[in-house]
């Protein structure tokens, strides 16, 4: 995934940030650490996961989560199924969905096509949890 970084670190912060608990979701180690770094930076408390089994206990244990931001490929259940499963069992739990695959349907939720950049998926954030 491409990661503007000179954007990144001249985003400002947006108001709310710190208040809210984030949980990231990506099967790519590298993808994942740059988007949670790049919000931990932003002021958002950031929990992170590499696949949908992690993030559910994730979930259970961390009540304050907020919000996921998922990728849609992965290898043990899809962000569309674990944003489906996040749906039923925690009411009001926001979702953005990202993918850099082009024949994604994400349905209700919030999508970002990778490559993104990181001011875009701020913007996105603070329009779900606004």
Known sequence: MSID???????ARLPGEGEF????VDDDDEVRTIIAEFLADSGYRVLQAD???????????YPEIRMVVTDIRMPDMSGVELADLVTQRW???KII?????SDIHPGSHRFLRKPFRMHELAQAIAAELG
Do not use: H, P
């Open 5 to 11: 970084t000179k954007t990144a670190m001249k985003t």
């Open 97 to 101: 969905l990202i993918s850099g695959y």
């Open 21 to 24: 608990t984030l949980l990231i």
């Open 91 to 93: 009411d009001g739990l």
């Open 51 to 61: 696949g949908g089994a992690r993030a559910l206990a994730l979930l259970e244990s």
